[in-house]
């Protein structure tokens, strides 16, 4: 048997992700806060009435022990607009005092804090005036953006302003399984852009308050492949939606130029140009598209997953490692440090699961090994928390919680991770202790 070292470059960051809504529990004065109590909203009718009981029960402090004990050196971790502003222009001092308090824990355990300005919830009060279809929600946010980056400048230098901007409009704008439930591709990208001059001014304001910060979104990019790779429409309908999808947005915040290759909606806004100190990517999966004549909703396309693809037990991702290292090779493009804002694998099977984690580590690690510049990775999550729509039926954590006791326990992917932190190495050795049987494929040798 070989006895194989991949190692991480010096300085590289160890993390894991999460996001206020999905971890704090006790929210009030959001949208969501207020969406998943109607009924048949969430799988099982499942909410984030506690979830990881970071809030009232400050169990951050025992969550940020563990990544810390973990050898974890970073932490990405957001703050809910509805607690800071919980109505217009009113700023709640105590929520900025517990996030505070909060970041220096980060910082006193030795992680270094990356703070989301949004990730997907909003205030109740600009839900109920249009939310982000209001052309003020652009003022709103950089106001909002301010004050945060005021009171936490101190603790924070990285900051990623937005996460998943296509997967939030999308969700709520166009399949309409998100508040505002709305079904309209107008809206969506009208959100969409909303969002990205919200990014801009944000960038703006950002670097005012902080010259020396680095700015970023959290870009989700799920692989778009042709059905029949040898089917010049497949590779058609596969091409337009990855440049949709997966393109526009990080090019319109790079070059300025918004170009949806859909209708005649192609804009010059400089405003956007250069607006990324860092690309932020969120990966998990990939799908495939196929020209499909009745169709013509989605402009003849179809998008599924194949029927031989391993999902995982809700059939939402396909387990897809090697689009790791493509995504990473795609970000280059924008000459920019990378980080892997979100990686991770929500499965009932644990088996599938350290799989899962080695397969896209040892991608992680040969896109770095390739010279990428990807400075950092956030495993998505540190605990399993509330999964949107999909309430606690999909579990994404290192620590698995009983939302009854709220006890952690780790699993097998907590002490391999730990592993790799803390030599910032995965080895052919991990993989024969981990998951013996993939040592034939993984080092043959
Ligand atoms: C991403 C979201 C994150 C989490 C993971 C599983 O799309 O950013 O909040 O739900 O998926």
Redesign the pocket.
């Known amino acids: 048997m070989s006895h194989a070292t991949h190692t991480f470059p010096k300085n590289f960051k160890w993390g894991a992700?999460t996001?206020a809504h999905?971890v704090e529990g006790g929210a009030a004065d959001s949208d969501w806060a207020a969406w998943e109590k109607l009924p048949n909203k969430i799988k099982e009718n499942g909410s984030a009435a506690v979830a990881c009981d970071w809030w009232n029960g400050q169990r951050w402090r025992e969550d940020f022990d563990r990544a810390a004990n973990d050898g974890q050196t970073t932490h990405r971790l957001g703050v809910d607009w509805s607690r800071i502003e919980p109505r217009l222009a009113i700023w709640d001092e105590d929520a900025l005092d517990h996030y505070r308090e909060m970041i220096k824990g980060l910082r006193d355990r030795g992680l270094e804090p990356m703070v989301t300005l949004h990730?997907?919830t909003n205030p109740l009060w600009l839900a109920e005036r249009g939310g982000w279809e209001n052309p003020d929600a652009v003022i709103y946010f950089e106001r909002f953006v301010r004050k945060v980056v005021n009171a936490l400048k101190d603790h924070v230098d990285l900051w990623c302003t937005l996460?998943?901007i296509n997967?939030f409009a999308y969700q709520s704008y166009m399949d309409g399984v998100w508040p505002p439930e709305k079904k309209d591709t107008a809206t969506c990208f009208k959100v969409i852009r909303q969002m990205l001059l919200a990014h801009a001014a944000a960038y703006r304001a950002i670097h005012e308050i902080q010259p020396t910060a680095r700015v970023g979104i959290?870009h989700?990019i799920q692989l778009i492949d042709p059905h029949r790779a040898d089917f010049a429409p497949d590779n058609w309908i596969a091409n337009f939606q990855t440049r949709v999808f997966n393109e526009s947005i990080p090019h319109a915040l790079h070059t300025g130029h918004l170009h949806f290759p859909i209708g005649k909606w192609n804009e010059h806004l400089p405003e956007l140009a250069n607006t990324m100190d860092y690309v932020g990517i969120?990966y998990?999966s990939r799908r495939v598209a196929a020209f499909d004549l009745s169709a013509a909703a989605t402009l003849f396309g179809r998008t599924f997953h194949e029927p031989e693809a391993e999902m995982d037990h809700v059939n939402l991702n396909e387990l897809y490692p090697s689009g790791l290292h493509r995504v990473i090779k795609w970000a280059d493009r924008f000459k920019k440090p990378i980080y892997i804002t979100?990686n991770?694998w929500?499965d009932a099977d644990e088996s599938r699961r350290t799989r899962a984690m080695l397969l896209h580590l040892r991608n992680l690690w040969s896109a770095v090994n390739n010279n990428f510049p990807v400075r950092g990775y956030y495993y998505?999550?540190l605990v399993d928390n509330f999964?949107?729509e999909r309430g606690w039926v999909?579990r994404?954590g290192l620590y698995e919680l009983d939302l009854t006791t709220q006890e952690r326990t780790p699993r097998s992917v907590a002490k391999l991770y730990a592993e790799v932190c803390k030599t910032n190495t995965l080895t052919s050795e991990m993989v024969e202790r981990y998951a013996p049987e993939m040592t034939p494929t993984m080092f043959p040798g």
């Open positions: 992700a996001a999905q990730h997907f996460n998943e997967i959290a989700h969120n998990y979100e991770g929500g998505w999550s999964e949107w999909q994404f």
